[in-house]
């Protein structure tokens, strides 16, 4: 039997190392490369400890075209910037591309340049490349080479909003997403800001009006429902490693109340094998480690709240990835994420 | 010199032993007495090992009259319902009371039943108590025999909002708060929802409209502002033991952008020993263990965000309530406190 | 196919919830009965809303008996006392035994009262039921009935000094223990000692002289050598959720410095799939989540020093579990754990 | 009245920033000057948020010479070698130094150089430095123009063992100290090692067997005593801001047990206002925020073990610091400390 030869761009962060461990568990991939843009070739288990005696492989410093030639699939963990430029060698060389990074994520260049400061390296791509949120893009996502893997936040943002703003149940110009994030969520990269005493015992917010989360949420959202939804969204750190918590503001239209609203909501994702509907108010470890995201609504006053939770390494990363996985090549969706 | 004789109703929990050590440090307050409703007496460093040999004091049964004869103020930390059945008597015996329950924050006893679905004990009082904020209450706080010290997120809503809403540069009828707090802020008293593998490394939402702070954070402003004003208020459970983080969404009017509400902000606070309005984003870790409040402003698309940070259980509760009683007693409203 | 029917007796707490989580994706087990002694019949997601849309099933107010006869194995995860008072109906109905509890771990009844403080209600069985190290046991473990799944401070103690012990390089009469715990060790009943603004940030020895843990390593470490060893056990209790970190200062006998213990542990643990004989200083975080328990040793002046690290609700129990589930079944000894 | 003018060189770490809330509740003391080694005279406030509006001074680019002009005393807050080269100028200049590093804590330069792996930059000093520890050098530290502040474990280790070895009732060959120290005991740069999510959740031994307390608790004991112990020495990174938590195992001479040990702690301390010999076990958490070291004793088997609490940031750095202080200019010792 063959097994899909996975290469993995970028290994030495906290996504590929979620990655790792489930790819480890998964019947049909087989992790064939790992790079780093680091000389010395260091064994994975040096990078990453927790892989000792999981997986005995050295980290590799090559470039894309290697890569590809001993990868079916890609998962490619670079940061922005670095992903637009080997992805296009990547397909090029025959593999499949998971991506990771912001790079393909949204509509046009102007909005990357806009967020992101910067110009975008494969700009004609942009507008084609497939969202890999599989419950609204499956079909695209089974055809696809390149997916673009969501953001953490729009995962947590999008799953709840996407069926009442499709259903014209809220209204698109109203919408506030303040959302809550553990640490890893901001990289392996030692900085000021996420040194242990620094963040430990404090919460703040960051990136108030600029995080680059919200054009992706509001035209994903647009691609979903047709509508072109306006979007606050606060972001902040909390003290924990993992998780994230989106309390969603919403205006109802008509007579959208808490209960028709879990009745969308429950309907939309009735078949969906990671995406819980529950009463109560969810907390960000009843996903801990796991795939799901769950999503509860609430009336208060004349708003409806929608309330999320989801782990920001794996239905907001690693194991969307691998879900993503599943649905390109076929497998039974929940191989290896349950 | 004569001290100030200080009783403390109910002095096992975190306001209280935050208090007392902000007391030891006070030049003019002798602690006299504290109680608790257990039989034995205990020495106050059983129940606080962190005040051995900082106070050699047991702490007492007694009902509010033998306080009431040992003390010239007695600060109440009873929970509701108690601090109403005790605060009559402890006036009665001549002393003057800081309360730190929400018996005597409301206007009036509907809400109050509403809210805490109890009959309110003292209900005559109701809608003659100063609000223990001396930042908007300071004369009558100066003359008061009774203050309600303020709830802890109500102090982390009103400081920012009161002066825009006074002003009338936002709608009174468009206001979400959305605050996180540390588990000091749900007592001392051991359950599943606090007990530590639940609640670390986990965020969640709670109390959703429903948390009775927020008729109290409505009425206040509503007495400093003449307007009625309507709040969405969503409290989060953050992993960390202490602080306050305050995000709130607000509709400006007119031309009130970020620089207006800067400039009020500054105008309103500018001789304030407690509140700092800081040009960056406030973390908890900033204000911890402090009696100060940060606050800032930012425009977000067509809203205004207010952001303020504190600590829980210092201007959140025993650090204010020390304030109180600087302003009560015509200390410098400092002392103790810097 | 058959599947192995899977009771688990006590099912509300941490390990239980650990154990339910790896027989979900354990092949050849089916979860089929889960008790509580609550009266209301919970579904499990009640309890655990972890597992919510992942085992549809509720907790059942069953006895022993009941259990046995819905079950092939059963897992015993009730406190100690009532382990042995359920041990013999299970049996007696024909399921095997794993228990969690200290019950049937020691070698008599009179070691038992001793730090147990209780009369043991199942006293002939002690000195014949294994222990369930499969590092240590296996054979034993193929053939049990029942087995005494091991406490999580031994697992990580006896491991790193079995091999040492048992080639006599190290002085049986002068080791120190000195262990690190998270607070799911402690259990899930709410107590103050456990209140998150209690254990967070703090660290804290308890049990000192006292830990019942301390007779169960020296009685397994004389089944496994031949020798009669007395050790010093401190735990701490650690503000974290779940790892055991163990520091163990031995006095070497002849010639073993810290190149000779590490050849030792190198052969003694070469086959096992759980063990990692490892150069670097282990963290828990290294085998958080996982069934692995690392190992290293130092030479520091005249002492080796052994440090061991594992997850306390996998290696130090439910993991640990799960692998005498698979020995006692022939199964793959790594079956559900990788 | 006269304060005295302080200067702080290196300002921008953590025990700098605890000192200056401790002097700023200090009524003799004065900032007049904190340096850092950056370029552009950033506000004390930009550096920590914390102190803004509770101390308006920029931090200068100064050298010793120009700290020594404005100030009586320097507290010197540099890296070991940076700290022996400023502190002869800083003398020189007519300043008092109390010297945070570990430049002037030992012996001899061999020592130094052996365990730094650095010349020593000012080696005749050596041997000759007051060290910092009031409770056993209270009348040097009177006289002293440069007093070597103590390292953050040492004082753990040493108020514990100190008087027990001079009573001769421990052997000074076989003293184990496992020490568990908070994160901010690393300092403020950022690492890998330190990063939130690294280690968030983990507890691991470092620098076993090398760390350089090792030889600063052996000297200093020796000092106290006249006798020369070996200790081994194991620090620990625990997941929580600050705090260390020592647990020493001794071995008792002739009939020293717990009692005789607890005798001998209480009047030996007797009278110190910061050592709280107590019956419970110390956490670290009892201390926090506080200057006292919390000290008890037990017998387990053949051993004595003896444990204490401290903050690792005041009591184990500036809180010593400013009770030196205190005692160098003959002020009250307890004075800004309570």
Redesign the interface.
């Known amino acids: 039997m063959f097994m899909v030869r996975i290469g993995i761009l970028g290994a030495t962060g906290?996504t590929a190392l979620e990655l790792i461990k489930l790819l480890?568990?998964h019947p049909e991939a087989e992790i064939s490369v790992l790079t780093t843009r680091q000389e010395e070739r260091p064994h994975v288990s040096e990078v990453h400890?927790?892989l000792?005696?999981?997986l005995d492989l050295r980290m590799e410093n090559f470039g894309p075209r290697q890569v590809a030639e001993r990868s079916d699939l890609v998962f490619c963990c670079l940061p922005h910037g670095a992903a637009a430029e080997a992805t296009p060698e990547l397909l090029a060389g025959g593999a499949r591309v998971i991506d990771f990074s912001a790079d393909y994520r949204l509509n046009d260049a102007d909005t990357f340049r806009q967020w992101y400061h910067a110009e975008h390296l494969d700009p004609q791509r942009l507008g084609n490349v497939v969202y890999g949120l599989p419950e609204w893009f499956r079909k695209q996502i089974q055809e696809a080479d390149l997916v673009a893997n969501p953001g953490c936040y729009p995962t947590s943002a999008i799953l709840p909003l996407a069926p009442l703003l499709k259903g014209g149940l809220i209204e698109p110009q109203d919408i506030?997403i303040?959302s809550?994030s553990?640490?890893?969520g901001a990289g392996?990269?030692?900085?000021?800001g996420?040194?242990?005493?620094?963040?430990?015992?404090?919460?703040?917010?960051?990136g108030?009006?600029s995080h680059r989360h919200t054009p992706e949420i509001s035209q994903i959202l647009g691609r979903i429902t047709g509508r072109d939804p306006?979007v606050?969204f606060?972001p902040?750190l909390?003290?924990?490693?993992?998780?994230i918590?989106s309390?969603i503001?919403a205006r109802p239209r008509g007579q959208c109340d808490q209960g028709a609203a879990m009745e969308v909501l429950r309907e939309t994702y009735a078949s969906e094998p990671f995406v819980?509907v529950?009463d109560?108010?969810?907390?960000?470890?009843?996903?801990?480690?796991?795939n799901?995201c769950?999503i509860t609504a609430?009336?208060?006053?004349d708003?409806l709240?929608l309330?999320s939770?989801e782990d920001n390494l794996i239905k907001g990363a690693s194991g969307a990835a691998v879900q993503n996985f599943n649905v390109m090549y076929g497998f039974p969706e929940t191989t290896g994420l349950?």
């Open positions: 906290y480890l568990r400890p927790q000792n005696g999981r506030i303040d809550k553990g640490v890893t392996r990269t030692p900085k000021l996420f040194h242990y005493p620094e963040c430990n015992e404090s919460i703040s917010a960051y108030v009006g306006q606050i606060t902040h909390v003290p924990m490693d993992r998780g918590l309390v503001y819980r529950v109560h108010l969810p907390a960000t470890k009843h996903t801990s480690l796991t799901y769950d609430r009336t208060v006053q708003r709240l309330i939770a349950v």
